[in-house]
């Protein structure tokens, strides 16, 4: 798996084979682009953003059908001859010669939104054509016209105008040059109080940040552009909180970590386009778990998509949980392309000092007395200064109880370290602590997302003279004591 996974969400995998190209199908395609650019339309008219995520909802049914013919088609007939952008689109789609015949049925005047929409149509196809420098040039005309309009109806499409256009940059190799031009974009949206693209813009630069390893940086704008706004889509705040696991897996703050991580998994769309997605928050939170001193449940392991690609994960955390320092190395050995691959390598690398702790804590556990030499041969060290030195910091770390005989070259145990009941500690409480903490934290986040549709009227009377209300109750009243004699 290659770092482009995250993007699963935003990015659907490429469309099937495109359908035989009939007569009925072209118009039952042209008929569902004509509908949409009718609620657009509406949307303008009547001021309701509703209509625009109906249109978007569409967008995946419609991208599996998108061929070069039926686009240009949509294009002509949506957009007038003299438009802009509907030059830069079909001159991209390479369809100067098949955009004469409908002319005639273009409207005069179009609303940007329909201009964003159909350029928006033409990007995802580029994008799954795989004409990253055609694809880059249609997203660039069509971010400066939104940028120029500066509509609110216009928010959820530039939010994906913007997801695509950084995409480009990143595939051709040119992230680094947009990060500017990013923190621009997201600065305007904040001040137009632009939730969507605010969002989605934070998450891009994370992400650049994050591949460009530049951890501080990161955590500096989580910290200074106060998190996502309450309004955020759902994607949005999943992407987020995976690029907080991260911030946090790297900077030692490994329960903050996997608390992000786990609530990324349990809010990500089981879907068939999120497995990337979920394949790489899984195998961090799985490092993450390991580095905690925990081991990851087993059932992790088993759903059919995760099986080959957390393979090498397995095997590190039997490793672990064996406390087998040659079985981990030999794992870290051949799997170092994968790791490399998810970016996990400096993680795993941490993991050395957790498996040796294990095997000390296992031996400690069945042997009385054990000698250094057998120590060394057990946990594969360098020698027996090597070994001296773990079992000190060991006992000192408080992993196992235990003495050092220096003149014997012998470590005897205390059996202080026998098994213990769990449940006279308070590692019961902090598990209940962490279940509470997260029902609450749904229950909130919840709460804001709720949703009401704007200007819904009140369907009782409003009361324009404190008198009505008063004789109104006493009426309520008079009915009540009235009730109750019958009875």
Do not use: W
Not at 49 to 67: G, K, M, Q
Not at 128 to 144: I, R
Not at 167 to 178: C, D, I, P, Q, S
Not at 256 to 268: C, E, G, M, P, V
């Amino acid at each position: 798996m290659t770092k482009d996974d995250t993007a699963a969400m935003d990015v659907d995998p490429a469309p099937p084979a495109a359908p035989v190209k009939t007569e009925d199908a072209q118009a039952l395609f042209l008929a569902d682009i004509k509908h949409n650019v009718a609620l657009l339309e509406k949307a303008v008219a009547v001021h309701e953003t509703r209509f625009v995520t109906r249109v978007l909802r569409t967008t995946s049914a419609i991208r599996r059908r998108l061929t070069q013919e039926y686009l240009v088609k949509a294009i002509t007939q949506s957009l007038p001859a003299g438009n802009a952008l509907a030059s830069t689109y079909l001159s991209k789609l390479d369809a100067d010669v098949m955009q004469t015949d409908d002319d005639a049925t273009a409207t005069p005047a179009v609303a940007p939104e329909v201009e964003a929409y159909l350029g928006l149509l033409t990007i995802v196809f580029l994008h799954d054509q795989k004409k990253y420098q055609e694809g880059l040039d249609v997203a660039t005309s069509v971010v400066q016209a939104i940028q120029h309009a500066n509509r609110r109806s216009l928010d959820q499409i530039a939010a994906k105008v913007y997801f695509y256009y950084a995409r480009f940059h990143e595939l051709l190799g040119f992230e680094a040059a947009l990060r500017p031009a990013l923190l621009a974009f997201h600065r305007t949206a904040t001040l137009r109080h632009d939730h969507e693209s605010t969002a989605t813009l934070l998450n891009l630069i994370l992400r650049s940040l994050l591949n460009a390893n530049l951890i501080e940086q990161a955590d500096k704008l989580v910290s200074k552009s106060g998190g996502l706004p309450a309004s955020a889509s759902n994607n949005q705040l999943v992407r987020f909180m995976y690029y907080q696991g991260r911030i946090k897996a790297i900077q030692l703050d490994y329960s903050a970590s996997h608390n992000y991580l786990q609530q990324a998994i349990r809010k990500a769309p089981q879907t068939a386009a999120t497995t990337g997605f979920l394949q790489a928050a899984t195998k961090l939170a799985i490092i993450v778990q390991l580095l905690m001193g925990e081991v990851p449940d087993r059932a992790i392991f088993r759903p059919t998509a995760m099986r080959a690609p957390l393979e090498p994960y397995r095997q590190l955390v039997l490793a672990v949980r064996q406390g087998d320092l040659v079985k981990f190395n030999a794992t870290v050995k051949d799997a170092a392309p994968r790791f490399a691959a998810d970016r996990t390598q400096t993680l795993i690398a941490r993991l050395r000092h957790n498996v040796i702790k294990t095997g000390m804590r296992l031996i400690s556990v069945a042997y009385a007395a054990i000698s250094l030499r057998d120590i060394c041969a057990r946990l594969g060290l360098d020698g027996e200064e090597d070994a001296e030195f773990m079992v000190a910091k060991a006992i000192k770390d408080g992993v196992i109880s235990a003495t050092i005989d220096h003149a014997r070259g012998i470590v005897v145990s205390s059996g202080a370290e026998a098994a213990a009941d769990v449940y006279a500690t308070r590692e019961p409480q902090v598990a209940f602590h962490h279940r509470i903490q997260y029902c609450l934290d749904l229950h909130n986040q919840s709460v804001q997302a709720m949703r009401y549709p704007d200007g819904v009227k009140k369907s009782s009377k409003a009361f324009s003279d404190l008198d009505e209300m008063r004789e109104l109750e006493k009426e309520i009243q008079q009915s009540l004591e009235e009730d109750d004699e019958d009875f």
